[in-house]
């Protein structure tokens, strides 16, 4: 194998396993984070972020620990941390959606 048809294949990898990852990661989705101050913040995720991930997101924006954090739609849907924003109720790629961040005790 020459050294041009190698770094074609490497490229073709490449492409296809951005492909994937983009695949895996899913679509954009629109969250407005209202905080326990009432303000409202937009942010836009992807649909294969998990629930834990959006809690790091806030707490590095807006200093709220993870582990003080509780995420609820405004239908009232609990986000649990091990999901995915796909596997949440009302979280959809074609809409905004409200999600309360409020701070548990200890």
Known sequence: MDLGQLEATKAAWGDERAKEIAQEEGQDCS???????GTQHPHTFKMGATVAYVKLQVEQAY???MGKQKLTTSQGKTLIDPLSLADCPGI???????????EIGE
């Open 31 to 37: 969250i407005v984070l209202q905080l326990p101050d």
């Open 63 to 65: 200093s709220i620990p």
């Open 92 to 102: 959809t790629p074609d809409a905004a959606c409200l999600v309360l961040v409020s």
